[in-house]
């Protein structure tokens, strides 16, 4: 059975940090792509940062760029979300995703939400001072 759990959400000052972090089971990282995604309410899901399953290649929506990174740590089975220099623009729901269909590139999965089959419950992150 596929699950991902994310969890490191909560509320943090702007300018501060979190570390995002989603476990999963039921598959590798050498299998499937995945990525972090995140809503608002009212707004349609957004990708946020990607990872490929095969070369490690990333992608980054531009807003975070430069400020957020993403890595996996394949023994652990864990990916993870590195933001820095956090705005109240960021505040979001943060959700995990996997694509196990193999058939876009890390940039599709992560624009093409609707590719992703496999999704975590999600984290809330707020910023706010």
């Known amino acids: 059975q596929v699950q991902l759990v994310e969890s490191g959400g909560g509320l943090v000052q702007p300018g501060g940090s979190l570390k995002l972090s989603c476990a999963v089971s039921?598959?590798?990282?050498?299998?499937?792509?995945i990525g972090w995604f995140r809503q608002v309410p009212g707004k349609e899901r957004e990708g946020v940062s990607c990872?490929?399953?095969?070369?490690?290649?990333?992608y980054y929506e531009d807003s975070v760029k430069g400020r957020f990174a993403i890595s996996r740590d394949n023994t652990k089975n864990t990916v993870y979300l590195q933001m820095n220099n956090l705005k109240p623009e960021d505040t979001a729901v943060y959700y995990c995703?996997?694509?196990?269909?193999?058939?876009?590139?890390?940039?599709?999965?992560?624009?093409?939400?609707?590719?992703?089959?496999?999704w975590g419950q999600g984290t809330q992150v707020t910023v706010s001072s």
């Open positions: 995703a996997a694509d196990s269909s193999g058939a876009y590139t890390v940039q599709s999965m992560c624009i093409m939400t609707f590719v992703n089959d496999y």
């Open positions: 039921g598959f590798t990282l050498d299998d499937y792509t």
């Open positions: 990872i490929s399953s095969s070369d490690g290649s990333t």
